[in-house]
T-cell receptor, first 113, second 115 residues
């Protein structure tokens, strides 16, 4: 039981490049989330999903896209990377919604130069 | 909308000393409250949570937290801190009866432990 896994662990992008951050969970959780963590700012919700085929925006969705074609996978897409997207990205999952424990992946540290 | 405030950005304590990390929330009904810990370079791990019932909850690693409705607080405590407790601690609130489906996190408190 691996829990929530994220790849890659680290990535450096140039301005304007695109990339996809991968997230997979093996706990059969309905809810999945993407957060970004900036120093001193806590975690900000980018997108979340309540099940396969259903996604919704969080607090800071601009510049990102998501899809949820299966229960297990919830990739985050950056289309045109900007320096403001330099951050640490965490994927999380939970069985229920905001009243349930969220399980976090180890994070992806992204730098945009 | 709910919100969480962690007033202390950084706290330093000596090993063996007691610890209290403050958390205040804003929400109209009974909240679902969580404390998470993040060790350097790691993801977040749940320490404890409060949903209902006994207002003093026990968690992992010897931590406990007390829900005080009158003060809108959910402070985290540990009687004797170990060097391995050095980490960042996040308080979070969830709500069942709003459209928001995710937790709202505070900005975190970084704990440094002196030998």
């Amino acid at each position: 039981n691996a829990g929530v896994t994220q790849t890659p662990k680290f990535r450096i992008l140039k301005i304007g490049q695109s990339m996809t951050l991968q997230c997979t969970q093996d706990m059969n959780h309905n809810y999945m989330y993407w957060y970004r963590q900036d120093p001193g700012m806590g975690l900000k919700l980018i997108y979340y999903s309540v099940g396969a085929g259903i996604t919704d925006k969080g607090e800071v969705p601009n510049g990102y896209n998501v899809s949820r074609s299966t229960t297990e996978d919830f990739p985050l897409r950056l289309e045109l990377a900007a320096p403001s997207q330099t951050s640490v990205y965490f994927c999380a999952s939970s069985l229920a919604g905001s009243t349930d424990t969220q399980y976090f992946g180890p994070g992806t540290r992204l730098t945009v130069l | 909308a709910q919100s969480v405030t962690q007033p202390d950005i950084h706290i330093t304590v000596s090993e063996g000393a007691s610890l209290e990390l403050r958390c205040n929330y804003s929400y109209g009904a009974t909240p679902y409250l969580f404390w998470y810990v993040q060790s350097p370079g790691q993801g977040l791990q749940l320490l404890l949570k409060y949903f209902s019932g006994d207002t003093l909850v026990q968690g992992i690693k010897g931590f406990e937290a007390e829900f005080k409705r009158s003060q809108s607080s959910f402070n985290l405590r540990k009687p004797s801190v170990h060097w391995s407790d050095a980490a960042e601690y996040f308080c979070a609130v969830g709500a069942q009866d709003t459209g928001r489906r995710a937790l709202t996190f505070g900005s975190g408190t970084r704990l440094q432990v002196q030998p």
